[in-house]
């Protein structure tokens, strides 16, 4: 039980009025004071007490796996009792985590209830403990807060963007049944889909005359992007990819692009298998298709932390060609930072072509593009500005080098990464390169 504002103020009154009062009669004005001190403390604890047969009722709305570098929602449902409530709630949420606001403050009228609601960014993936709620509940005549905790005790696990996962997956959904179907008129792709009537617009090229002779009228045939097709994403998980960008690590980015990369793969029937690697590959799962097998990678690369150790891209390109004897679409999620210190990752990289079709994706860092960007006016920032421009221009010589070899690059910020790589999947899907 916690006093008020109001119950501080009776007893800053009954003071100044001991003071003017001490002038006249010292022994009054104390024998008064304490008398007055002490019926304000009594109606105090009393009017606390009264609080407790009218409690809230608190329950708690998280879901138990939590998005990465997203504002996860949390939910409190507050219900009042027979009298009106004027709560204060303090959510005991994994200190790790940022949030948008606490304490949470609300007022009910009598019988009703609220939805209170806060956010949590969090920044690492593994699991985390939410512990009891803390209330305070103020008293009838407003003379104490009634504080006390509800058992609210649970285990949440932060995964990798699980939203960006929901929202790539209906914007796939919608484009199948718009683009798609647009391009399948238009007769992108390989695979014979069906035959329809011919219509304005159709290229006359993929007329069937031999149906059209049968049927008395113009019929073209369907095509569309061929499927069941392999797409392998190898993702380091080394030195270079445990510096944070963006308040996450290029690990995360990359495996949120990784998980992003495989839904689209996946939606458009293909076979997608994972390694993850540093000095080897720590972690193989072979090509599959379906949605249990996304849930079945979600599972899989969720514990995955990177390390301190340098990459061998050699290592991980024998094991891939051991494991993959057919052709594959085959991403090397990573970064580079030029040619010289790079060379082990081309010479990989060139030794899967012209077998498979190898691309190389890397993660930038955005403030080092912005240090680039930006005018300089003393002597320390120009530094840092030509050291920016430097490792731009180190980079592109070897993606220069890489394109020269037969192999797709794509260099796009980290936090931009994940939609830039499947719209380049998608292109490639629909041009049918692979």
């Known amino acids: 039980m916690l006093p008020s504002r109001r119950t ?10 001991a003071v003017i009062t001490f002038f006249f009669n010292p022994a009054l004005a104390i024998l008064g004071m304490l008398l007055f ?7 105090t604890i009393w009017d606390g007490w009264r609080v407790k047969p009218h409690r809230v009722k608190i329950e708690r709305q998280v879901a138990s796996r939590l998005s990465i570098g997203r504002d996860n929602l949390v939910s409190l449902s507050v219900e009042a009792g027979k009298t009106t409530a004027d709560v204060r709630i303090y959510d005991k949420y994994p200190i790790a985590f940022g949030i948008s606001s606490m304490p949470l403050a609300a007022k009910l009228s009598p019988n009703t209830s609220q939805q209170l609601s806060y956010t949590v960014h969090p920044s690492e993936r593994g699991e985390y403990i939410w512990k009891d709620i803390q209330v305070r509940q103020l008293s009838p005549w407003r003379l104490a807060w009634h504080n006390w905790q509800i058992p609210q005790e649970q285990k949440v696990a932060v995964y990798p963007d699980l939203m960006g996962l929901r929202s790539l997956s209906i914007r796939l959904t919608l484009e199948s049944s718009g683009s798609m179907r647009r391009a399948r008129r238009m007769g992108i792709g390989t695979e014979f889909s069906e035959l329809r009537e011919y219509g304005i617009g159709d290229d006359p090229r993929f007329i069937d005359w031999k149906a059209t002779a049968r049927r008395g009228q113009p019929l073209v045939r369907v095509l569309e992007p061929e499927q069941e097709q392999t797409l392998i994403i190898l993702l380091d998980r080394g030195r270079l990819m445990t510096s944070q960008v963006k308040g996450l690590t290029r690990f995360d980015w990359g495996l949120n692009a ?5 839904l689209a793969g996946l939606h458009r029937g293909d076979r997608v298998g994972v390694g993850v690697f540093d000095r080897q590959v720590q972690t193989w799962i072979p090509p599959e298709r379906g949605q249990a097998h996304l849930n ?34 085959v991403v090397v999620i990573t970064d580079i930072v030029d040619s010289t210190a790079s060379s082990e990752l081309l010479a990989a990289l060139g030794r899967l072509t012209p077998r498979y079709l190898p691309f190389c994706v890397t993660l930038r860092d955005p403030q080092v593009d912005q240090q680039a960007h930006t005018v300089t006016e003393d002597l320390p920032s120009t530094y840092e500005r030509a050291v920016a421009l430097d490792l731009i221009a180190q ?16 260099d796009a910020p980290a936090n931009q990464i994940t ?10 899907k629909l041009k049918n390169q692979l």
Do not use: C, W
């Open 37 to 43: 001190d002490l019926i304000v403390l009594a109606l």
């Open 395 to 410: 980079r592109q010589m070897a993606f220069s080098t890489l394109k020269q070899r037969g192999v797709l690059v794509l």
């Open 258 to 262: 990784t998980l992003a990369l495989a």
């Open 296 to 329: 079945h990678l979600i599972e899989r690369l969720t514990p995955i932390q990177p390390e301190m150790l340098e990459p061998d891209y050699l290592g991980a390109v024998t094991t891939l060609v051991n494991q993959q004897t057919r052709r594959a679409l």
């Open 419 to 428: 939609n830039e790589l499947v719209d380049r999947y998608l292109q490639l």
């Open 8 to 17: 501080y103020g009776l007893l800053l009154l009954g003071g100044a009025i």
